[in-house]
């Protein structure tokens, strides 16, 4: 069965401006906050930023890719084998 996954396509992209970890957390239906979404940014120095991503939390990703203003994510197809 086809489904959606998040992909960090472009992580060295990331200035940290954690847009996409508040539409996680909207699209979560939590309450808005930076702690309770599914994606979360980690600053590694200089080195720029660490992006993660629970991909068993939702398949509602559109938002996520389109309020990214560096382009760090894409949607791809994933087949699930039973």
Do not use: W
Request: proline fraction near 5%; include cysteine.
């Amino acid at each position: 069965m086809p489904t959606h996954q998040l992909v960090i396509s472009h992580p060295k992209n990331c200035i940290g401006c954690l847009l996409c970890v508040l539409a996680s957390v909207r699209i979560s239906k939590s309450k808005i906050g930076l702690s309770d979404g599914f994606i979360t940014v980690y600053p590694k120095g200089k080195e720029g930023f660490d992006i993660s991503v629970d991909y068993a939390s939702k398949n509602d990703f559109e938002e996520i890719v389109t309020i990214c203003p560096r382009n760090c994510f894409k949607i791809d197809a994933v087949t699930i084998k039973k």
